[in-house]
């Protein structure tokens, strides 16, 4: 089974960045690279959101609460994929989780975020 692991999360204050990343080392690289990933978070109480979303040849797509702040990318080759966060609000604060964009993958620990006003 294919369990990501999430590493970069942080603390960081509003309006600062954070850059994290995940690896999908289990993963077959011919079937990760079909594969559209993505990232996802989920606050405390409320159901897993998806933030943003990246196909195969790397056209992405985002949540509105997100586009023009966050930028989501992948590398093929070393089967990871990476969400570099600008601009940050304290409503970002939570646990962000990589999968694909089906949840196909066993989801890892995710990586804890956390945006000080």
């Known amino acids: 089974q294919v369990q990501p692991v999430e590493s970069g999360g942080g603390l960081v204050q509003a309006g600062g960045s954070l850059r994290v990343s995940c690896k999908a080392s289990r993963a077959i690289t011919s079937v990760f690279n079909s594969k559209i990933m993505a990232w996802y978070r989920q606050p405390p109480g409320k159901q897993r959101e998806l933030v943003a979303t990246i196909t195969r040849l790397s056209s992405p797509t985002y949540v509105d609460s997100v586009k023009g702040r966050f930028t989501i990318s992948r590398d093929n080759a070393n089967k990871k994929i990476h969400l570099q966060m600008n601009d940050m609000k304290p409503e970002d604060t939570t646990i962000y989780y990589c999968?694909?964009?089906?949840?196909?993958?066993?989801w890892g620990q995710g990586t804890q975020v956390t945006v000080s006003p």
């Open positions: 999968n694909t964009g089906k949840g196909e993958f066993t």
